[in-house]
């Protein structure tokens, strides 16, 4: 049964850091690409991140370049999201994914993140 299961969302202040992680079980996470999505309310879902089944290649979403750092540890199975110098327009739903020929095969449930003070 293949599940991801995302975690670390919560209410944090502008500027503020957090960690999110996604846990991966039921398929053979080390040769899937991964990538961190989010959804905000009224709006479509939008990739923010993704990083290659190695871990050599990141891609960024230009809105979180430089603030925002994907990474994986393929022992552990999880792919991690760490957010840096958060702001109120980061809040969205995060979702995890595993990526083969560019498609989404597998979804995580989400986890929230809101940023405010």
């Known amino acids: 049964q293949v599940q991801l299961v995302e975690s670390g969302g919560t209410l944090v202040q502008p500027g503020r850091s957090l960690r999110l992680s996604c846990a991966a079980s039921?398929?053979?996470?080390?040769?899937?690409?991964m990538s961190w999505y989010r959804q905000a309310p009224g709006k479509e879902r939008e990739l923010v991140a993704r990083?290659?089944?190695?871990?050599?290649?990141?891609t960024y979403a230009g809105s979180v370049k430089g603030r925002f750092t994907i990474s994986r540890d393929n022992a552990k199975r999880t792919v991690y999201l760490q957010m840096n110098s958060l702001k109120p327009e980061d809040t969205a739903v995060y979702y995890c994914?595993?990526?083969?020929?560019?498609?989404?095969?597998?979804w995580g449930q989400g986890t929230q993140v809101t940023v405010s003070s």
């Open positions: 039921g398929f053979t996470f080390s040769t899937y690409t």
């Open positions: 990083i290659s089944s190695t871990g050599d290649t990141t």
């Open positions: 994914a595993a990526v083969r020929n560019m498609r989404a095969e597998y």
